[in-house]
C-alpha cells in the first residue's frame, strides 16, 4: 500500500481538537436538519454524493436540489464537490466521481450518512471504509449506477437517490439558522472564490447567490443557473496526502477539523468569523469576531473549502 501521510485518517471521530464558544445548532421537530425548512424527509438519514466538476462534466445533474454542497480542491487544482441530500431524493445525480482523503472531514458530521462515489486509489478506498459510521455505496462494490451514452467516460457515470437506503441515521442540525444576518458584516453584491485552476464568482440576486465558474454561468442539466441560499468559505489546512496522481501532482488534503478562519455570506452580506470543529462528529459551528453565533437564512447552503479567504 502506498504510504498516506495525511491527517484525517489518524484522527478518531471523537478526538478533542478545539473548544467552541457556543452551543451545537439544533432544529425542531419537522425541520430539516441541513436546511433549516419544514421538511417531510427531517428525520431521514444523509446520502452524500461525490460529483464531478470538470468542464466535460457540466452542466450536472441534482447539484440544484441538495441541501449542503462542499467545494474541494483536488490535484491539478480543479475542484469536485460533495453533494449532500437529505431533505430530497432527485431520481438523476451525477456525474458521479471518486472520493478524497478530504472526505473524512465532513463525513461524520452526518450521523450515520451513506457515501456514493465510483470509487478510489487502494489508500484512500480503505480510509474510507474504515469509517465505520458510513454506509458505504462504492461503485466499485455496489450497484445502482449506470452510464449515460451521451456523454464520454469518466464524466457519465450517474445514480439515483432511489438506489440507495435511507437506514442511516438524521444528521444533526448543520447551520444555527434564523432570520439570518441582515445588519452584521457588510453588503456585497458579489465575491469571487479562486482556486488555482478555477475561478468561482457568486452574485447576489435579491434572495440567493448565482453561480458562475470561469466566467460563465454555471447551470443545472434544466438550464436554471445554480443557486445557494447561503454561502460559507472555510480557510483551512492543507496537507500533502502522501500520493500523487499518474501526472505527477500531489493529492492534496484539506483539513476541515480544528478551527479556522471564515467568511460567510447570507442575506446580501459578508460576515468575517471564524469556523470551530470541536470533533470530527461535530457541524461547523460559525461564529464573528466577538464569538457570537452568525446565523444563516435557512435554505441551501454551499461551502467553499479554500486555502484563503476572497
Not at 18 to 35: E, N, R, W, Y
Not at 200 to 212: M, Y
Not at 292 to 308: D, F, N, Q
Amino acid at each position: 500500500m502506498r504510504l498516506y501521510v495525511g491527517a484525517l485518517g489518524f484522527y478518531t471521530v471523537d478526538q478533542g481538537l478545539a473548544t467552541s464558544p457556543v452551543a451545537m445548532p439544533t432544529v425542531g421537530k419537522g425541520i430539516a436538519p441541513l436546511t433549516g425548512l419544514p421538511s417531510s424527509r427531517s428525520t431521514s438519514g444523509a446520502i452524500v454524493v461525490k460529483i464531478d466538476n470538470s468542464p466535460k462534466a457540466r452542466p450536472q445533474a441534482g447539484l440544484d436540489v441538495a441541501d449542503v454542497v462542499i467545494e474541494q480542491e483536488v490535484e491539478g487544482g480543479i475542484t469536485r464537490l460533495a453533494a449532500i441530500f437529505q431533505s430530497s431524493a432527485p431520481e438523476r445525480i451525477g456525474p458521479v466521481r471518486s472520493a478524497r482523503s478530504t472526505d473524512i472531514s465532513f463525513l461524520s458530521a452526518l450521523g450515520r450518512p451513506g457515501l456514493v462515489y465510483s470509487g478510489a486509489n487502494d489508500v484512500f478506498d480503505t480510509l474510507i471504509i474504515g469509517q465505520e459510521q458510513v454506509r458505504n455505496y462504492s461503485a466499485s462494490r455496489f450497484g445502482g449506477y449506470w452510464r449515460d451514452t451521451s456523454r464520454r467516460a469518466p464524466s457519465n457515470l450517474y445514480t439515483s437517490m432511489s438506489q440507495f437506503s435511507m437506514r442511516a441515521t438524521p444528521p444533526p442540525a448543520w447551520f444555527h439558522f434564523g432570520a439570518g444576518s441582515t445588519n452584521e458584516g457588510a453588503a456585497t453584491s458579489s465575491f469571487v472564490v479562486n482556486f488555482p485552476s478555477t475561478s468561482i464568482t457568486w452574485t447576489w440576486n435579491g434572495i440567493g447567490w448565482d453561480r458562475a465558474q470561469d466566467g460563465r454561468n454555471h447551470t443545472s442539466e434544466s438550464g436554471a443557473v445554480l443557486q445557494a441560499t447561503n454561502v460559507v468559505v472555510a480557510q483551512v489546512a492543507v496537507v500533502d496526502s502522501g500520493l500523487k496522481d499518474p501526472t505527477g501532482a500531489v493529492v492534496p488534503e484539506f483539513v476541515w477539523a480544528g478551527e479556522g478562519p471564515a467568511a460567510v455570506f447570507t442575506n446580501g452580506r459578508r460576515i468575517d468569523g471564524r469556523w470551530i470543529r470541536p470533533t470530527l462528529a461535530d457541524p461547523a459551528v460559525l461564529v464573528d469576531a466577538a464569538g457570537g453565533v452568525i446565523e444563516l437564512a435557512p435554505g441551501s447552503t454551499w461551502v467553499e473549502l479554500t486555502r484563503g479567504l476572497p
